[in-house]
């Protein structure tokens, strides 16, 4: 299992970064995938979660209104769209499938891959 998330940097509040996460090893095309965020010393926390088909998104109250998920399934790939950022939206960005129901979705693999890593200046 690869999970190869892309697409971080540095940018000032109010900005635009879109994120991109590369999957191999996994049946991508079956799996509900999500878009995590970690903060340094802090627990890995859920931003958002698509459904297999693209039908239902979901999406953490910090970030509802300025973050956007989609996915590709044709390239094995989900973004995350993110708009009017804050710094305290600065973090570490992981992606990962998922298993069970929002808010309540746990990631399925272990291997988290290094992930992306989003500043946001004031």
């Known amino acids: 299992v690869q999970l190869q998330a892309s697409g971080g940097g540095l940018v000032q509040a109010g900005g635009s970064l879109t994120l991109s996460c590369a999957a191999s090893?996994?049946?991508?095309?079956?799996?509900?995938m999500g878009w995590y965020r970690q903060v340094s010393g802090k627990q890995r926390e859920v931003v958002a979660s698509?459904?297999?088909?693209?039908?239902?998104?979901n999406y953490a109250d910090a970030v509802k209104g300025r973050f956007t998920i989609s996915r590709d399934n044709a390239k094995r790939t989900v973004y995350l769209h993110m708009t009017r950022l804050k710094p305290e939206d600065t973090a570490v960005y992981y992606c990962?499938?998922?298993?069970?129901?929002?808010?309540?979705?746990?990631?399925?693999?272990?291997?988290w891959g290094q992930g992306t890593l989003v500043t946001v200046s004031s």
């Open positions: 698509i459904s297999s088909g693209s039908t239902t998104t």
């Open positions: 090893g996994i049946l991508f095309g079956t799996r509900r």
């Open positions: 990962n499938a998922l298993r069970g129901s929002w808010p309540d979705e746990r990631q399925i693999y272990d291997n």
